[in-house]
């Protein structure tokens, strides 16, 4: 849903936790969670647990209280729309991101990367 579907607020899920899935489904050629061998799915949980509830429950709020109000319909691009209500807070550290990338001139864009 955030990637390939347009829902952005998603990020605080997707990042850390789903493409970490990702990642673990394309090593051992599962399609699904069932097919990953039992050791390595209580990996998973530990490395998800208990950080991935508080997120989750950070979005629920959000569509609870209207922060975010999903459409149910889609762009030109077929991206789902979504109305967000964020106070600007819940959003400063994606714009400061956004913003030092536009200040940094092009050829000096090795100089911000962190390893």
């Given at each position: 849903?955030?990637?390939?579907?347009g829902y952005d607020?998603?990020?605080?899920?997707?990042?850390?936790?789903?493409?970490?899935?990702?990642?673990?489904?394309?090593?051992?050629?599962?399609?699904?969670?069932?097919?990953?061998?039992?050791?390595?799915?209580?990996?998973?949980?530990?490395?998800?647990?208990?950080?991935?509830?508080?997120?989750?429950?950070?979005?629920?709020?959000?569509?609870?209280?209207?922060?975010?109000?999903?459409?149910?319909?889609?762009?030109?691009?077929?991206?789902?729309?979504?109305?967000?209500?964020?106070?600007?807070?819940?959003?400063?550290?994606?714009?400061?991101?956004?913003?030092?990338?536009?200040?940094?001139?092009?050829?000096?864009?090795?100089?911000?990367?962190?390893?």
């Amino acid at each position: 849903m955030y990637c390939y579907y347009g829902y952005d607020f998603l990020d605080c899920v997707a990042h850390p936790y789903g493409l970490h899935a990702d990642q673990i489904f394309m090593y051992f050629e599962a399609e699904s969670f069932d097919d990953l061998p039992e050791n390595t799915k209580q990996e998973f949980i530990l490395n998800c647990y208990p950080n991935i509830i508080d997120e989750i429950n950070r979005v629920l709020n959000w569509l609870k209280n209207e922060e975010i109000i999903l459409t149910g319909k889609t762009d030109r691009n077929g991206k789902l729309k979504y109305i967000d209500n964020r106070i600007d807070l819940e959003n400063s550290n994606l714009k400061a991101e956004k913003d030092m990338i536009k200040k940094i001139k092009w050829w000096q864009f090795w100089k911000q990367t962190t390893y």
